[in-house]
């Protein structure tokens, strides 16, 4: 079966540093990608590991590990702007499914 | 500007009554397809085409037909809607050039109550 855990709510203080886990359970894998969710609005693309390791982009890290079917998304330096959900998901083998988490909604407290 | 652009953005229907949900995107990308969001249960694939006249079920494509007639539009159709089709939709697409890497590029949504 198909299968995508991360926690449903996490809250963090602004400046800090969080990290939003995700495992998941796939038939197949062809990358993971994290998306930033604001309420209301649509998802935007925010990071995609395919290899085991950290992907780093400014203020946001991916890792992956495949062996253990583990991911995590690290934000440092919150901000207020960063509160919103992030959803976890998984490329299928031959690329035409992406199987999304439920999301984690993080909440950015002063 | 690139963009995925999804229309109507929100619609109030009744139960059995024929409904189209728009899609179209200007980025030429090959692949687009729809998705829709409830609580506590994520983005569910509906369904998805790798190029005109090329479609597939995704993981609950009961109740809803699509069709891609041209490379920029997907519409998502709702033949005889129900209640439990009240859902927040959304349409993606994404270049084949990129193969199976590429990111989705979402549309605003459109939110569909069906009483």
């Known amino acids: 079966g198909q299968n995508i855990d991360q926690p449903t709510e996490m809250t963090a203080t602004e400046g800090a540093i969080v990290q939003i886990n995700c495992t998941y359970q796939?038939?197949?894998?062809?990358?993971l990608f994290w998306y930033q969710q604001h309420a209301g609005e649509a998802p935007t693309f925010l990071s995609y590991n395919v290899l085991d390791g950290l992907e780093e982009k400014g203020r946001f890290s991916s890792f992956l590990s495949r062996s253990k079917g583990y991911s995590y998304l690290l934000l440092k330096e919150l901000q207020m702007k960063d509160s919103a959900s992030y959803l976890c998901a998984v490329r299928d083998t031959g690329g035409f499914k992406t199987i999304f988490g439920a999301g984690t909604r993080l909440f950015v407290k002063a | 500007e690139a963009q995925v652009t999804q229309n109507p953005r929100y619609l109030i229907t009744v139960t059995g009554k024929k409904l189209t949900v728009t899609c179209s995107q200007n980025m030429n990308h090959e692949y687009m397809s729809w998705y829709r969001q409830d609580p506590g249960l994520g983005l569910r694939q509906i369904y998805y085409?790798?190029?005109?006249?090329?479609?597939d079920k995704g993981d609950v494509p009961e109740g809803y037909k699509v069709s891609r007639k041209e490379k920029r539009n997907f519409p998502l159709i709702l033949e005889s809607p129900s209640p439990n089709q009240t859902s927040l939709y959304f349409c993606?697409?994404?270049?084949?050039?990129?193969?199976?890497?590429?990111?989705?590029?979402f549309g605003e949504g459109s939110r569909l109550t069906v009483l």
């Open positions: 993606a697409s994404r270049p084949a050039s990129r193969g199976p890497t590429g990111e989705l590029f």
């Open positions: 085409s790798m190029n005109v006249e090329v479609t």
């Open positions: 796939t038939s197949g894998f062809n990358g």
